[in-house]
């Protein structure tokens, strides 16, 4: 008997403390799944209330949004599809407006290429000292983290009726808008990539004599370039959509036009612009996503 | 020379060096042999200042390393060079690249972050590559190249800065044997050509014996051992290793340079 107890592995000192050990983390673990699930719940429970998100309500809501759908979709005609602008029913007439379009798609998409460019340049200076492998100092560490989150934190539009407020209607306001709200998005992303790299070779430059800036630049910056690349790609992306919205308050690109047709009634123009944002915001995404391809195989020279 | 007086380091209650004193004379290739936790990382790092010590006094040639600061300890690195275990070579940058890192604490700091470096600097960088038999590889990416080849780069690299000192912490640990003597022959071959200091950790007593002028054992943050390689008897370093440490020490065959002598003095 006491010798089939001894032969039981389960039975020795050091599995029991080992099991007692994993029981205790369980139980905590469980604890721990129970809480975080409740306050969910609740969460969940109150903000249906403050929504006022209610089944019935969104039920009889949704014909509303066909009928909606519905009124701006263009009468177009088959037989005379070709036809002039002066034809109602053609492609031409329901696109009549197409070179002022044109014109305010290149501003929506030259405000988001200047907003990623200026907001990547931040992120780029500014996730150095907000990642916490690459500092001594909690000091800056801390302060660099805190301006990055404020950044992000307030929305776009926010800062877009800002700087319409201080520097007029028109682009300017929406880049600036674009390039604030990107370095604090980007520049927590690039912190964490940064967070991740290696320590082997920022020693081997350190200890050859390199200083901390020499360090991110040699050490850190060629390992982490391929995914900023990535970052500020998708980060593009996003901004075409954000900039599309900010003339909505004034700050510039094709937001604007779309805003005003949307409170004149103005129906068919408005599924003619939505179409235009939604075919140009998809051939970007393409084209990024190639790009962003092409980025992640790329070979680092000094 | 580069002296030792006193040398202390603590991390939180863990004595890595204690009393550390060690006189080493220029060019000499001294090797430094302890069980697994003796502090033998601990003394390099803190004789490059990529830590600092808690107490005591580095000397090198009369100026006091252990008060350096901002600039003029970034040029004390670049006289005392480092190579370490795992090669520290930037992977995504190709190989020249990774030599010319180590002129960084010689080149002019813009010039340096814009990449740029001179005609002469790329030329002391091959050469310090051919020296090491790897000028095929410099425009080859670093992460392409096999552990010894790395090691070699690094070496290189470390020629480059044009050291006093050449400190490699284990730098044959993670090497096959042959790849292993390769590097401690150029490790060698620099220290009696150039006359360059070499301090190596080392990990195999016949490495030690085979190539070092002196060795220097260390057992849990002291020197307990300072002397020719001829005097380290096995009596002596049953007392480094312990009788357990000592087994396992002659059973190592996986990185040993002297293979043949070891075997033979198995055998014997
Ligand atoms: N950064 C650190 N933080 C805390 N403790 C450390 C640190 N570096 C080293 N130590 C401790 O200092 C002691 C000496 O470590 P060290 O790395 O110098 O030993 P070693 O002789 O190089 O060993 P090995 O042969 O395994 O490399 C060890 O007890 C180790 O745990
Ligand atoms: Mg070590």
């Known amino acids: 008997m006491t010798e089939h107890l001894r032969s039981d592995p389960t039975d020795r000192p050091a599995v029991r403390a080992f099991e007692r050990h994993r029981q205790e983390l369980r139980a905590k673990r469980r604890r721990g799944a129970i809480l975080f699930w409740a306050i969910l719940l609740v969460a969940v429970a109150v903000s249906v209330n403050v929504a006022q998100f209610f089944p019935q309500r969104l039920l009889a809501g949704l014909p509303r949004v066909g009928d909606y759908l519905f009124a701006t979709l263009p009468e177009l005609r088959p037989d005379v599809l070709f036809e002039g602008t002066r034809t109602e029913g053609s492609l031409a007439y329901w696109y009549f407006n197409l070179p002022k379009y044109l014109l305010l798609l290149a501003e929506t998409i030259n405000m988001a290429l200047i907003g990623t460019a200026l907001g990547t340049t931040g992120a780029l200076i500014l996730c150095f000292p907000a990642s916490h492998n690459l500092v001594r100092s909690t000091w800056i560490y801390t302060a660099t983290r805190r301006l990055l989150e404020f950044c992000r934190a307030v929305p776009e539009i926010i800062f877009a009726i800002l700087f319409v407020y201080t520097f007029g209607v028109g682009p300017l306001a929406g880049v600036l808008a674009l390039a604030i709200h990107t370095a604090g998005a980007l520049g927590k992303l690039f912190s964490e990539v940064n967070e991740n790299v290696p320590a082997g070779p920022i020693e081997g430059v350190r200890g050859a004599g390199g200083s901390w800036l020499q360090e991110m630049r040699f050490a850190v910056l060629p390992q982490v370039l391929p995914n900023f690349l990535s970052y500020a790609l998708l980060r593009f992306e996003i901004n075409i959509r954000s900039s599309s919205i900010l003339g909505f308050v004034g700050a510039g690109g094709i937001g604007q036009e779309l805003y005003y047709v949307i409170s004149f009634n103005h129906y068919e123009e408005v599924s003619a612009i939505v179409l235009l944002i939604v075919l140009t915001v998809t051939s970007i995404d393409l084209l990024s996503a190639r790009l962003r391809q092409m980025a992640a195989g790329q070979e680092q020279f000094l | ?268």
């Open chain 2, 1 to 268: 020379m580069l002296v030792l007086r006193d040398v202390e380091k603590a991390f939180g209650k863990v004595r890595a060096l204690r009393d550390v004193c060690l006189d080493v004379p220029r060019g000499q290739m001294l090797g430094v042999i302890g069980r697994s936790g003796a502090g033998k990382s601990t003394l390099l790092r803190t004789i490059n200042r990529l830590g600092d010590p808690s107490a005591g006094a580095i000397r090198f040639d009369g100026v006091d390393v252990t008060g350096l600061a901002g600039r003029e300890l970034m040029a004390w690195r670049g006289r005392c060079a480092m190579i370490f275990q795992q090669f520290n070579l930037v992977g995504r940058l190709d190989v020249i690249s990774n030599v010319l890192l180590g002129r960084l604490a010689r080149t002019g700091r813009l010039a340096s972050l814009l990449g740029h470096f001179s005609d002469e600097d790329r030329a002391r960088a091959i050469l310090a590559l051919e020296r090491l038999d790897m000028a095929h590889a410099a425009l080859q990416r670093a992460d392409t190249l096999s552990g010894g080849q790395q090691q070699r780069v690094a070496i290189a690299r470390a020629l480059v800065q044009e050291p006093d000192i050449l400190l490699a912490d284990e730098p044959i640990a993670s090497l096959d044997p042959r790849s292993a003597q390769l590097v401690m022959e150029a490790l060698r071959r620099i220290n009696r050509e150039d006359g360059i200091t070499v301090i190596a950790n080392l990990h195999t007593l016949d490495t030690a014996r085979a190539y070092c002028d002196r060795i220097v054992g260390m057992r849990e943050g002291r020197i307990v051992f300072d002397g020719r390689p001829d005097e380290l008897t096995v009596e002596r370093a049953r007392e480094l290793y312990g009788s357990d440490g000592l087994e396992e020490m002659l059973a190592e065959t996986v990185t040993s340079t002297a293979l043949p002598a070891r075997l033979a003095r198995v055998a014997a």
